[in-house]
Nanobody
Framework: QVQLVESGGGLVQAGDSLRLSCAASGRTGSYYAMGWFRQAPGKEREFVGAISGSGSTTLFPDSVKGRFTISRDNAKNTVYLQMNSLEPEDTAVYYC??????????????????WGQGTQVTVSS
């Protein structure tokens, strides 16, 4: 069973940076695409970034492009979401997710099969 554990969330001020980590366990071998999503109270889940299994391809929505980056350390089975120039609108619970099968990078939540429990990010103005 694949397990994902996010960490690194917290309370920061607008303009600050934060790095989230997602540690994966439960499977070895080929590397799988990983995605990050967020959900604020009363809002739908939103895609914030994804990275291919090799790490060579990343995908971001316009809302975070230029501020967020994703990287991965496959030796540690960990993916990172670096968030810079944070805004109060970035306040949400952030989730990482991965796919059951090998596949391309995608921003569709339905394409992901395993999810972490989430980590809260709060950005004060």
């Amino acid at each position: 069973q694949v397990q994902l554990v996010e960490s690194g969330g917290g309370l920061v001020q607008a303009g600050d940076s934060l790095r989230l980590s997602c540690a994966a366990s439960g499977r070895t071998g080929s590397y799988y695409a990983m995605g990050w999503f967020r959900q604020a109270p009363g809002k739908e889940r939103e895609f914030v970034g994804a990275i291919s299994g090799s790490g060579s391809t990343t995908l971001f929505p316009d809302s975070v492009k230029g501020r967020f980056t994703i990287s991965r350390d496959n030796a540690k089975n960990t993916v990172y979401l670096q968030m810079n120039s944070l805004e109060p609108e970035d306040t949400a619970v952030y989730y990482c997710a991965t796919r059951q099968f090998l596949g391309s990078v995608t921003g569709r939540a339905d394409d992901y099969d395993y999810w972490g429990q989430g980590t809260q990010v709060t950005v004060s103005s």
